[in-house]
């Protein structure tokens, strides 16, 4: 059937949607891209791992291959200044081990200058160097991250910033196992890509994504107890300080992004890790966020960073993390008696709150082990009536009407109705019974049908 464009008659043609293959550019994850290097692993098992005790005659190296490949790829005369200046470097394995400084300085001086025309051979054979020295690299490896994120922090077309997304995803994959016992320096390395610096927000994004690989090594078995602890405890420490800043803002979401990405796994899918990382970051909040009329810079990372967890998951994926939730909930309301228990209670229950409110809860299997805790969570904090009357504690009270009200919308009526008694009497006691009617008015508004059905006759008696 012809169509009609501009007043002018075309024949109208059918068109395929285009293949992976035949799109021209393709941005990946950096999840996704760390996954297809596996494809590398058999190279790595015959590489030389401790060069020391190797036949270092061999000619063989992933820098010199590099090289040779390069030279039939590019062919401008930069590239041929660098092949010139760097080939009579690494002949051999041998010379290469003795040459190593001054090939970290060929290809540093090089990448420097940013010239796209051979960033992309340069930064690829940087790599090839760090999988050549394997641990020998380790000490040109601030130098190597400080070179990728000068090229990344800069205004750059998607394609550079693609070779520096490869650069680093090959680096972290390569050096994992040294970077991984302590983070920290190259989290500072990075917290300025992260937008604790001025960056656009793809930028910031980018370098979450890329910290995230790393801190999923920290959050594996082996390094659990020490790496991932110091981790979380710095990147916190480092966000309070950037507080009422200007840059406060994209940093919050960039660090948001690092753990939300930490704890994602493919497709939809929650990382095997994934639940330790998020106790941790509920466990690292700081004591001062428990006091009454503070700032609670890292409680809102949290709820942001589950936030995106349920937005990515299905309910058979997000089971873990729903389980992390309940069991430091019922560790909450365990926990001694102090002046800032009734915030920390508060807390677990906007945690809750967003499990059960965000995609109107259908990430949740079974409503019933969170309708129980929710009710545990109440009594708890109807211990603290003293506290109701401070004018600081309204916000915490806030949070327990506003997810009360927000699980009995969502919640299966078969779950409800057996603590439909329990609930209901908690609701019109003190001290709840003075957030009693704004309760009512909340739940009315979001359900009107469930409010008259479950709760009209005890709200008019």
Not at 63 to 70: A, D, K, P, S, V
Not at 79 to 92: A, Y
Not at 354 to 369: P, Q, Y
Request: aromatic letters at 8%; a positive charge.
């Amino acid at each position: 059937m012809p169509s009609t464009t501009s007043g002018r008659i075309s024949k109208s043609r059918r068109t395929q949607k285009p293949t992976a293959g035949q799109k021209r550019h393709r941005w990946e994850s950096f999840t996704t891209k760390i996954s297809k290097l596996h494809s590398l692993d058999p190279l790595r098992k015959v590489r030389r791992h401790d060069l020391d005790e190797e036949d270092l005659s061999a000619t063989t190296s992933y820098l010199r291959n590099g090289i040779e490949r390069w030279s039939d790829l590019n062919v401008t005369r930069s590239f041929g200044s660098f092949r010139r200046e760097i080939l009579p470097l690494c002949e051999s394995l041998a010379q290469m081990l003795h040459f190593e400084d001054k090939i970290m300085d060929v290809l540093a001086s090089y990448i420097a200058k940013q010239e796209r025309e051979m960033l992309e051979a340069l930064l690829d054979l940087l790599t090839a160097f760090a999988h050549d020295l394997g641990v020998r690299f380790e000490k040109h490896y601030p130098r190597s991250l400080a070179l990728i994120l000068d090229v990344a922090s800069r205004p750059q077309e998607a394609d550079v910033i693609e070779w520096t997304f490869a650069a680093l995803a090959f680096l972290f994959k390569y050096l994992a196992r040294l970077l991984v016992p302590d983070l920290r320096p190259t989290y500072d390395a990075l917290a300025p890509l992260l937008g604790k610096n001025r960056q656009p927000g793809h930028i910031a994004r980018f370098a979450g994504e890329a910290m995230s690989f790393l801190v999923k090594k920290a959050a594996a078995p082996a390094n659990r107890e020490g790496a991932l602890p110091l981790i979380v405890a710095h990147a916190r420490d480092d966000l309070l300080s950037t507080a009422g800043t200007k840059q406060f803002e994209l940093y919050y979401n960039g660090v948001m992004t690092l753990f939300a990405e930490t704890i994602k796994g493919a497709g939809n899918t929650v990382h095997s890790t994934g639940p330790d990382t998020f106790r941790a970051l509920i466990r690292a909040t700081p004591d001062s966020e428990y006091a009454p009329g503070r700032e609670r810079v890292w409680m809102d990372a949290c709820c942001g960073v589950l936030t995106s967890i349920v937005h990515h998951s299905t309910a058979e994926t997000f089971g873990p993390l729903l389980d992390v939730v309940l069991a430091e909930a019922e560790a909450g309301i365990n926990a001694a008696d102090s002046e800032a228990q009734l915030w920390r209670l508060a807390f677990l229950v906007r945690l809750l709150g967003i499990v059960s409110g965000v995609r109107k809860g259908s990430r949740v299997g079974d409503w019933s082990a969170p309708i129980q805790t929710l009710t545990k969570l109440l009594q708890a904090a109807t211990k603290y009536p003293q506290a109701g009357l401070h004018e600081n504690t309204h916000r915490v009270w806030g949070d327990l009407m506003m997810t009360t009200a927000i699980v009995w919308d969502q919640a299966s009526i078969d779950a409800l109705i057996p603590s439909i008694s329990k609930l209901t009497n908690l609701m019109a006691s003190a001290p709840l019974a003075q957030w009693y009617i704004p309760f009512c008015a909340l739940f009315a508004g979001l359900n009107p049908e469930r409010f008259r059905s479950l709760f009209q006759k005890h709200f008019q008696r």
